[in-house]
Antibody, heavy 118, light 110 residues
Framework: QVQLQESGPGLVRPSETLSLTCTVSGGSITSYYWTWIRQSPGKGLEWIGYMYYGGGSNYNPSLKSRAAISVDTSKNQFSLRLSSVTSADTAVYFC????????????WGQGTLVPVSS | QTVVTQEPSFSVSPGGTVTLTCGLSSGSLSTSYFPSWYQQTPGQPPRTLIYNTDTRSSGVPDRFSGSILGDKAALTITGAQTDDESDYYCVLYMGSGNWLFGGGTKLTVL
């Protein structure tokens, strides 16, 4: 059973870059869409983007090119960088595994709250 | 800009049946959007319930079922239990590597 676990700083200052890592255990990091999803306090879920282990990626247009996802197959990890953050980026960030061809998320991390505050 | 629509809230009595829907602000929804459904309780990550329109995820009770009803995706809970009180989200694959979440439905069982 694959497990995903997010890690990263507990607080990010406005205008700085948010960096999170998701460690994948119990399964290979190949052959899936490695995805980040977030949830602002009291709000719904928002898809941020994904990277496919072979190098393809895509992002939510609403993030205006601030997001970047990378995969490190040697460590079985994938990461999110979100630049120029504001208070609107305060959210619980989830990493998830997306399944090819039927396009759904079959495994989720527990989520990590990242406040953006000075 | 396309929006995925869901009922903001719904209420069902214990033992009752409820159908939550997921639609598009423009156009009809079909299986080619690969609708999936997720259940979330406060403080927890989403749990995958249904994928590829109507396939139950492993361990999901058979009182949960997915379908296309008219031009919407639907999640039906037959014989609702108090444990089913949660937020429910649908997700659509919009093509070209894009996913879109609905706003979620808060289901009350009472």
């Amino acid at each position: 059973q694959v497990q995903l676990q997010e890690s990263g700083p507990g607080l990010v200052r406005p205008s700085e870059t948010l960096s999170l890592t998701c460690t994948v255990s119990g399964g290979s990091i190949t052959s899936y869409y490695w995805t980040w999803i977030r949830q602002s306090p009291g709000k719904g879920l928002e898809w941020i983007g994904y990277m496919y282990y072979g190098g393809g990626s895509n992002y939510n247009p609403s993030l205006k090119s601030r997001a970047a996802i990378s995969v490190d197959t040697s460590k079985n990890q994938f990461s999110l960088r979100l630049s120029s953050v504001t208070s609107a980026d305060t959210a619980v960030y989830f990493c998830a595994r997306g399944v090819l061809s039927i396009f759904y998320f079959d495994s989720w991390g527990q989520g990590t709250l990242v406040p953006v505050s000075s | 800009q396309t929006v995925v629509t869901q009922e903001p809230s719904f209420s069902v009595s214990p033992g009752g049946t409820v159908t939550l829907t997921c639609g598009l602000s423009s156009g009809s929804l079909s299986t080619s959007y690969f609708p999936s459904w997720y259940q979330q309780t406060p403080g927890q990550p989403p749990r995958t319930l249904i994928y590829n329109t109507d396939t139950r995820s492993s361990g999901v009770p058979d009182r949960f079922s997915g379908s296309i009803l008219g031009d919407k995706a639907a999640l039906t809970i037959t014989g609702a239990q108090t444990d089913d009180e949660s937020d429910y989200y649908c997700v659509l694959y919009m093509g070209s590597g894009n996913w879109l979440f609905g706003g979620g439905t808060k289901l009350t069982v009472l």
